[in-house]
T-cell receptor
Framework: KQEVTQIPAALSVPEGENLVLNCSFT??????LQWFRQDPGKGLTSLLL?????REQTSGRLNASLDKSSGRSTLYIAASQPGDSATYLC?????????FGAGTRLTVKP | ETGVTQSPTHLIKTRGQQVTLRCSSQ?????VSWYQQALGQGPQFIFQ???????GRGNFPPRFSGLQFPNYSSELNVNALELDDSALYLC???????????????FGPGTRLTVL
């Protein structure tokens, strides 16, 4: 059974810092991995999608990497801003099932 | 291009009642998935519909059922509501061109269900 874990559960940083969020999964037979952002009480906004054959994806200040063999992904956020404050979720796709981690709650202080 | 929409935004029901939640897929998408997200947790996969057929299901009892319509909109029905069914219900749509190919999912804003 696929288990997805995100560390840390919560993170608070000053504005301008670079930071890394971690995601690990137990079954490396995934189709893709997706990172999402969720604001309180809202739906999910897709940030980056990495197919199983890819190693990384970049969008603006965000960079996500994938190491399938070790069951790990990282989301790197450069030059963090207060507007980046949200919960970040990673999810792995296998067949028609998508498994999510519990998320990392990020607070960026001005 | 219209994104994924869900209705209603909030709903309050009592234990034992039945509820129907609705989702309109993003234009051009043929696959819809439903998720349950309890407070402080990640979403849990309920089931997925592709071309009006259920083609994947998570660990949810049969009282959770769904439909997908020819226009690819979808309903989630929950019978005999329990207190633990209180959660944010999310639907997501995607375009699946070939069997076994899985594309990026786009999520709606969710329906907040409270069971008293």
């Amino acid at each position: 059974k696929q288990e997805v874990t995100q560390i840390p559960a919560a993170l608070s940083v000053p504005e301008g810092e670079n930071l890394v969020l971690n995601c690990s999964f137990t079954d490396s037979a995934i189709y893709n991995l997706q990172w999402f952002r969720q604001d309180p009480g809202k739906g999910l906004t897709s940030l980056l999608l990495i197919q199983s054959s890819q190693r990384e994806q970049t969008s603006g200040r965000l960079n996500a990497s994938l190491d399938k063999s070790s069951g790990r992904s990282t989301l790197y956020i450069a030059a963090s801003q207060p507007g980046d404050s949200a919960t970040y979720l990673c999810a792995v796709r296998h067949n028609n099932d998508m498994r999510f981690g519990a998320g990392t709650r990020l607070t960026v202080k001005p | 291009e219209t994104g994924v929409t869900q209705s209603p935004t909030h709903l309050i029901k009592t234990r034992g009642q039945q509820v129907t939640l609705r989702c309109s897929s993003q234009s051009g998408h043929n696959t819809v998935s439903w998720y349950q997200q309890a407070l402080g947790q990640g979403p849990q996969f309920i089931f997925q519909y592709y071309r009006e057929e259920e083609n994947g299901r998570g660990n949810f009892p049969p009282r959770f059922s769904g439909l997908q319509f020819p226009n690819y909109s979808s309903e989630l029905n929950v019978n005999a509501l329990e207190l633990d069914d209180s959660a944010l219900y999310l639907c997501a749509s995607s375009l699946q061109r070939l069997a076994g190919e899985l594309y990026e999912q786009f999520f709606g804003p969710g329906t907040r269900l409270t069971v008293l």
